[in-house]
């Protein structure tokens, strides 16, 4: 126990020599506590939802309200701490969904190089990725109802592959490891070898992706709505209030401008992050 | 001969590729819930005439049986009529992707020039002011999205600053050059109206650098880091102590190994620039094959989106290929690699 925290004190020592990945980092716990505490924080909670009041629409920022108001009269600054939570939610879920798909495919393909499960699992990857993901992810979601779950299935579709490549790239020059070898004669059972031999070798890359990746799903799934095809009016979210924003400019720029700004921060917390637990991991090996 | 069995046996994978994406686009289009042609016609219309639509459609056969016949349709050129336009998709096609390509082909020239001229900038000033304003703009390129930039550069020269239109291809009162290519700009150029080619650059250069600065910063930033490790290697010292000049040095000798990690992404980036595109030419109310794409996926209208992106999905994977064979020309490794049998 001792040597875990010990380990994990290092692991920080190393991380924070880079001051711009501590800025990642800061960023991205700041933005996932103003979201969680968004009814807490938020000036007008209220303004979530559906809400008109048009006596105070299309109000320039304020001090009352910090990045202006919508035409319905609806506060920018509480939609947008409210539109961080299905962004966050997003990130966490597709993530959980194509990780372990990926890993796993990625292992077995890899683990069986050069035969039936590689060709099989390695071509069907390419398939998946003949279409930029953002193009792939749009086909699926607009044969889908656009809401909320189903852009994240349309994410998800979109991302599976590209970890299980990474992992098989890895694992396919892996499996002829001596460790690998030789719990293969000892007579170890496929499960252990693959989870337990292999699969603790790739975490270092697997972990950065993850963590840079969560910045990408986030701008996806905006992008999703941003088009229409994701979380629909008049629930918050970062890509839909800049397409309804866009439509008033130039007048009405802060509708459009500061959402803009809220998913650039939040995708440049988890790079600035990603980047520092990529250095991080790369030392520690070396 | 042996490298002539490396491009055949990409070119053979890449089959493999498109029937797979063919099959896939297939399928998305079918896993829609509800009837595709109760969907046309609309929930008034008779029964008798949504069955009819069931056969001339197809959708009355078995699953394979309709992809069969999708795909000899396709194979002839033949999508079926998109319900959106009320005519044949293969004509919106012709129509749309014209004005993607420029635009594509010019966002890309943009992204490949800007970007390896930043990052051998950077990598030249390395650790000096240059490089770090150039770090700094490419990192933030690189975590914008690009219908972010896109909305940015609307407001500020279209709006703030007007130096450049933002709407469409064309201004007001320019004569529209006849139809040849459907790119304004080229069919300007031949047909020797300059005015119109002009004009139409101008209506381009937002959208495209809109669409461009993402994959110039990721190019910026692979060309600095390859350029910076080549410029450390022993063959930059030997060809100093010769007396070569450092420019030379840089601009030959160094450029040549350096680009080949960035081509690679090049080659995936200008393909991305496809999928951007669906989000900047709906900003900039561009009229392409993207903004097209939009709409019918908007309409759900199965003919016209399956088209729409297996047409992509082949730019994509044409793309891949000449990506690759760039790469083996640049680098030496894999193409006597590849001459190995490796």
């Known amino acids: 126990m001792e040597s875990w925290i010990h380990n994990l004190g290092r692991s920080w020592y190393k991380f924070s020599r880079n001051k711009l990945s501590v800025l990642g980092f800061l960023i991205i716990v700041l933005t996932i506590l103003l979201a969680i505490f968004a009814p807490l924080v938020a000036p007008y909670p209220t303004h979530s939802g559906p809400y008109v009041d048009l006596v105070t629409g299309a109000k320039a920022p304020t001090a009352e309200h910090l990045f202006g108001t919508d035409i319905y009269g609806r506060d920018i600054f509480s939609r947008i701490l409210f539109a961080l939570r299905p962004a966050f939610l997003t990130g966490l879920l597709v993530l959980a969904i194509v990780v372990p798909i990926g890993t796993v495919l990625g292992l077995i393909a890899g683990y069986y190089v050069g035969r039936a499960p590689d060709t099989i699992i390695m071509r069907l990857t390419d398939i998946f990725l003949g279409l930029p993901p953002l193009i792939l992810a749009l086909a699926v979601s607009s044969m889908l109802k656009p809401n909320l779950v189903n852009s994240m299935l349309a994410v998800s579709i979109a991302f599976w592959p590209w970890y299980a490549r990474l992992v098989y790239s890895m694992v396919s020059s892996l499996r002829n490891e001596f460790y690998v070898r030789s719990a293969e004669l000892v007579g170890e059972s496929k499960a252990h070898i693959l989870f337990r031999e292999i699969l603790p070798n790739c975490i270092s890359p697997i972990l950065t992706k993850v963590t840079l990746d969560f910045g990408w799903v986030i701008i996806l799934s905006a992008s999703l709505s941003f088009v229409g095809l994701g979380e629909q009016p008049p629930a918050p979210s970062l890509g839909t209030m800049v397409a309804e924003g866009s439509r008033y400019l130039p007048d009405q720029w802060w509708t459009a401008v500061f959402p803009a700004v809220a998913i650039v921060m939040v995708v440049l917390g988890f790079n600035l992050m990603g980047d520092g637990i990529r250095d991080m991991l790369s030392s520690e090996v070396s | ?342």
């Open chain 2, 1 to 342: 001969m042996k490298l002539l069995f490396f491009i055949l046996r990409r070119l053979a994978l890449s089959l493999v590729v498109i029937v797979g994406l063919s099959i896939l686009i297939f399928v998305i289009a079918r896993i829609v819930p509800g009837d595709p042609a109760r969907m046309a016609l609309g929930a008034n219309a008779p029964q008798e005439v949504v069955d009819r639509l069931r056969v001339r459609m197809n959708l009355d056969k078995p699953i394979y049986t309709q992809y069969v016949l999708w795909l000899g349709g396709v194979l002839q050129g033949d999508f079926g009529d998109s319900l959106y336009t009320k005519r044949p998709v293969v004509e919106d096609i012709a129509e749309f992707l014209p004005a993607t390509v420029e635009l594509v082909i010019f966002a890309g020239i943009i992204m490949a020039a800007g970007g390896i001229l930043l990052g051998t900038l950077s990598a030249k000033y390395n650790n000096t002011w240059v490089d770090t304003i150039i770090r700094l703009f490419s990192y933030i390129g690189v975590v914008t999205p690009a219908f972010v930039f896109a909305i940015l550069f609307m407001l500020l020269f279209g709006y703030l600053w007007p130096i450049l239109p933002i709407m469409g291809r064309l201004s007001t009162g320019v004569v529209e050059p006849v139809r040849m290519t459907g790119m304004v700009v080229v069919d300007g150029v031949l047909q020797g109206n300059f005015p119109a080619a002009f004009d139409g650059i101008k209506h381009m250069i937002l959208p495209a650098l809109a669409l461009a600065l993402g994959g110039l910063s990721q190019e910026a930033r692979i060309t600095r880091s390859s350029m910076v490790d080549n410029l450390n290697k022993d063959f930059v010292l030997a060809h100093h102590a010769y007396g070569i000049p450092s420019q030379r040095i840089l601009w030959r000798y160094v450029m040549k190994p350096s680009l080949i990690p960035t081509v690679s992404v090049l080659g995936l980036d200008f393909a991305v620039l496809f999928g951007n595109a669906f989000l900047v030419e709906m900003v900039f109310n561009w009229p392409g094959l993207s903004r097209y794409g939009i709409n019918v996926m908007l309409q759900k209208d199965l003919n016209a989106i399956s088209a729409v992106i297996l047409v992509l999905g082949l730019i994509f994977v044409l793309t891949n290929i000449v990506t690759d064979l760039i790469v083996s020309f640049l680098d030496p490794r894999i193409r006597l690699g590849a001459a190995k049998g490796e």
